[in-house]
């Protein structure tokens, strides 16, 4: 693929807002995770939650679309001078030319979870006042930011899973290579319900303590919450950038409806189409940015497709020890986890883990140290066998 620019990137986190929140937990090794109850979900089970959700406010024109989501995406739009940065890129293209591509897998659910508990006692309708379109509805998101900073171009809500807001990614480069648009907002929002934590705990894939990917001791996920939103511009006519998008590779394997194939076949199949979209050879990536939800299966699979593809030299971790899982949201995160490590020049380490399974054989990193980043590729890889793998270059690449 041609390169394309990223121009600004935003994130909110359970570490907190601003991309520099993500910069300081990387640099510091710590962690948003906390044992607390979410609504009327009492699970032993540690969680990554925005703090201040439930005071944000959209803009009063918008307010028909407040729900948890969209409250998460205006707090990752305030933050980092990102508003500015798109009206820009408005300004240069027009906004029919700027795209908008979004990845989540629960949406506004937790808008209909409130809502049903308030439906009419008689009939079982649910309240006048739940605007399922604006709320719940998979594309609500993407409606929102769209309407929210003034954008006219295409728009899509990409819903695989965990993989869904690294799948954004290629969506929107395929459209820019393609000619139809010159700019796109991407990445994913997606936020803390009962579905998700009661059905995570269904599955057995909850951890009574913090996650601890690669761990010896490794026995689940933390489920977390984040808006990761990253500006991509066509590099011709392009004002300076932060990093360039430089490979894509996806797969679905397939095998399983919620395991991973256990030799990793899929994760190997996305990482080598990234780099053969990237022109690169495996040497030429600095550093790995895993999937690592650790739970004993998801991490071992992983395991295997990196030593496959990259052998043992290459530093990988996982941050989703810091995070949590962010599900629908976690590629987009991680893609800017991967581009503020190149930009400081420092190979992020793994928050939680403690003992590195011995039985696991990539070079993985506990503590984060300085290294100069020239390429980075990160891993999003969801139930059914929908994987994605992402290849970012320094600025100066």
Known sequence: MRP????????????????DSLRRALAQGVSGLERRRFETCDLDTYIGAIAGLEEQRLPASLERFDCRNNR???????????????ANTVARHGAARVGVFLGTSTSGILQAELAYRRRDPAGGALPADFDFRRTHNTFSVVDYVRTRLGLEGPAAAISTACSSSAKAFASAARYIEAGLIDAAVVGGVDTLCLTTLYGFNSLQLLSAQPCRPYDAQRDGISIGEAAALV???????????????VGMGESCDAYHMSSPHPEGAGARMAMEAALKSARAAPGD???????????????????????????????????????GHALGAAGGVEAIVCLVAMEDGVVPGSPGTREIDAALHARYERTARPQRLERTLTNSFGFAGTNCSLVFARAAA
């Open 4 to 19: 394309i620019l990223v121009s600004a990137f935003t994130a909110a986190t359970c570490v907190g807002r601003g991309a």
């Open 72 to 86: 998460a995406a205006e707090a990752a739009i305030r933050e980092d001078d990102f508003e500015r940065a798109v």
């Open 231 to 245: 500006l991509l511009e066509r590099a011709e006519g392009a004002r300076e950038g932060r990093a360039w998008l």
């Open 285 to 323: 990536i600095d550093y790995v940015n895993l999937h690592g939800t650790g739970t004993p299966s998801n991490d071992a699979a992983e395991d295997k497709a990196i030593d496959a593809v990259f052998g043992r030299e290459v530093p990988v971790s996982s941050t989703k020890g810091m995070t």
